[in-house]
């Protein structure tokens, strides 16, 4: 099973950056897909997720600034994620999950810096 992050990097405050996160190795489908980051020093906390049955959930500080999207057939999640502040600067993860298994990426910076 490989999940593979990718689109972090430095934008400045206000900015916008997408995040994807490409999923092999499971059936990407019956898998609930969701987003998290960790702070040096934190712990590790859920930014948003997709449920196989097409359900959102998200973070009350990312309420309206971020969206969460997958396309099944490309075995893909994305993180949309705009008017970024400083306070979102992280390392963003990337979780499939199902009743049994959680499997992670390895992790994308992000930093939100002028």
């Known amino acids: 099973v490989q999940l593979v992050e990718s689109g972090g990097g430095l934008v400045q405050p206000g900015g916008s950056l997408k995040l994807s996160c490409a999923a092999s190795g499971i059936m990407f489908s019956m898998y609930t897909m969701g987003w998290y980051r960790q702070v040096s020093g934190k712990q590790r906390e859920l930014v948003a997720a997709y449920s196989r049955g097409g359900t959102t959930d998200y973070a009350d500080s990312v309420k309206g600034r971020f969206t969460i999207s997958r396309d099944n057939a490309k075995n893909t999640v994305y993180l949309q994620m705009n008017s970024l502040k400083p306070e979102d600067t992280a390392v963003y993860y990337c979780?499939?999950?199902?009743?049994?298994?959680?499997?992670w990426g390895q992790g994308t910076q992000v930093t939100v810096s002028s």
């Open positions: 979780k499939a999950a199902n009743a049994i298994m959680n499997y």
